[in-house]
């Protein structure tokens, strides 16, 4: 440790008095009960069984908070379904606390579950700065004695604690940083909720370089190289300025986006130069689900799958294709959506009314198990260990054989994908060659970016283009979605199959002029109806 600097872990901020009522309400367990013990024992005493009543999750709740109140760890920790370790993590929080003078107030039980509102005064260094945060706690049925018991886990102390998190006060954080868009204009968190974990991890990356001074903080700390979050500011330090490749209207445009959607997230690219414009999520969790998921992205992959065809002269947009209602490959069946076949129809309707059968008919010409993951790395740069500016997963689709390989023509199977990875294939195709996307520019930090061998063959491209401009007009399944996005615009549509999962995730992505995006919504349906109007109100925002 530096010298001058000093760090104490804060687990929990647990001296406190209980809705008001004080330590007495540490005993109103055993007024219900009248004393007595309703475990099985043995002087004979019944054991309680059943769901926990109202009279039960009040009076659990109360003593628990009570105890906590009185620092008595022990006491509140007999309160729980796990004793030792709530115990340990209190006995611990409370040791080593830099906040006092707390209350807690329970608010009214939701069933078995109930809020309650923390309070405080957070002292360190001379420092003292009042803090306020909502937490909740449920009551179950402790297995062996029947009696109701606080559902134990650190998360009930403080709903960041869970996953090996833990509070702390440090004045050793990385520095504050300004993080500005292309234009300038300042990105924060409370203006753009879905960039709290870029933000976070801009910080924890660049702070120092960028010329910051740490302060003092209340910080929830992760395992291994996860960010810090600031919960609670003692002394501002100086933050350094980051320069981001991010749009603020943009940004708008996406944030406003997947508020229509639970679980859902967008990326927005500038196919000329790989810049990311955007990314949004909408999730409970915060997790930056549109850099880091792994998901089959549906039909969205048969722009990946279609350029290997017109590249190895199978296909062309203008020449017929077979689109039987079902096709067979290696004793695996595939169908298309509600069971449609397209007689005499071109390539370039296969691809526009997403065609599974045109694709996989055609995997035995290809004659190379391994030939889509090499266009994907080759062309597209999918698994080339993109260096971003921000943790993200470049995408995978492994060598396989079999039914397996042909459902990865049409992006099922073990494809792997998210939103940052098929908006870069949007834009690759778009643009005809493959740029690395960056959220900070690699002149910031001298991190090498990820190229590959070669570009997309101009005539392949051409087509391409030109098929997924057919799938945003007139009859392809992304025209409704499109509809009123005006210029050069193309897109492609994409439902993906997940176990045990009873609708299909919805993707979808397209292109207007010089800005591609793409959109995933999670058990939504058809790609053009959820994830395609996410993509269209943030193409619209360029």
Known sequence: MRSGVRTAVVGGVFAVVAGGVGYGAYNLWDGLTGGRTTAASADGASRRTGPVTAEEVEATAKGFLAAWAKGDAAGAARFT???VAAQSALAGYLTETHIGGMRAAAGAPEGTAVPFT??????????????????????????STGQPRVDWSPAVMHPELKDGRALRVTSSGAPAVRALDRNGAELTAERYPSLRPVLDELRQRYGAEAGGTSGVELVVSGEGDAADRTLLTLREGEPGEVRTTLDAGVQAAAEKAVKRYPESSVVAIKPSTGEVRAVANNRKDGWNAAFLGRQAPGSTMKIVTAALLLEKGLVAADRAAQCPAEAMYQGTAFRNL???????GTFRESFARSCNTAFVKLIDDVGDDAALGKEARDVFGIGLEWRTGVPSSDGSVPAETGGVAAAQYIGQGTVQMNALNIASVTATAKSGVFRQPVVVPASLDGREIARTPRGLDPSAARQLRDMMRA???????????????????GAKTGSAEVDDQGR??????????????????????????????????????R
Not at 118 to 143: C, D, E, K
Not at 471 to 489: E, F, L, N, P, Q
């Open 81 to 83: 379904d796990d004793p």
């Open 118 to 143: 923390v309070s405080a005064v957070v002292s360190y260094g001379g420092a003292r700065v009042p803090w306020t945060y909502t937490s909740r706690l449920g009551v179950v049925r402790g297995l």
């Open 338 to 344: 509600d069971g449609f076949s397209i007689d005499g």
């Open 471 to 489: 799938t945003a007009r007139g009859h392809g399944t992304g025209a409704k979605a499109m509809a009123g996005v005006s210029g050069d615009k």
């Open 504 to 541: 299909p995730n919805s993707w979808f992505a397209g292109f207007a002029d010089d800005l591609a995006a793409a959109a995933v919504v999670q058990a939504a349906g058809h790609g053009g109806d959820a994830a395609g109007p996410l993509v269209a109100s943030v193409l619209n925002a």
